[in-house]
């Protein structure tokens, strides 16, 4: 079964910047959909950027446009989330999904297929 393992969390000072990664067992194609999620500690697990497999197409809530970047490499398959400007409110377990096939990039958990376990960032005062 497709696995997806995140990394690249970690605890950094507001205003500055990392960078996750997300890899997949076997060969993203198709109609996927690769997405970040986020889960901060009292709330529910919320959108934050996604990726259309084939043509690169990419959706970001509003809270982070202009600070995140969300990008794929289809030869390993991987996907990346840059994030800059970091703020307290972004400190949060980050996930990476799937949404295997489908028309439009979808923004709740429950069109994605396939989750990681969650990489922690933690963005101090």
């Known amino acids: 079964q497709r696995q997806l393992v995140e990394s690249g969390g970690g605890l950094v000072q507001a205003g500055g910047s990392l960078r996750l990664s997300c890899a997949a067992s076997?060969?993203?194609?198709?109609?996927?959909?690769l997405a970040w999620f986020r889960r901060a500690p009292g709330k529910e697990r919320e959108f934050v950027a996604a990726?259309?497999?084939?043509?690169?197409?990419?959706y970001y809530t509003d809270s982070v446009k202009g600070r995140f970047i969300i990008s794929r490499d289809n030869a390993k398959n991987m996907v990346y989330l840059q994030m800059n400007s970091l703020k307290p409110e972004d400190t949060a377990l980050y996930y990476c999904?799937?949404?295997?096939?489908?028309?439009?990039?979808?923004?709740?958990?429950?069109?994605?297929?396939?989750w990681g376990q969650g990489t922690q960032v933690t963005v101090s005062s």
């Open positions: 999904a799937a949404d295997v096939g489908g028309l439009r990039i979808g923004t709740r958990p429950y069109e994605y297929d396939y």
């Open positions: 076997e060969r993203i194609f198709g109609r996927y959909t």
């Open positions: 990726v259309r497999w084939n043509d690169g197409n990419t």
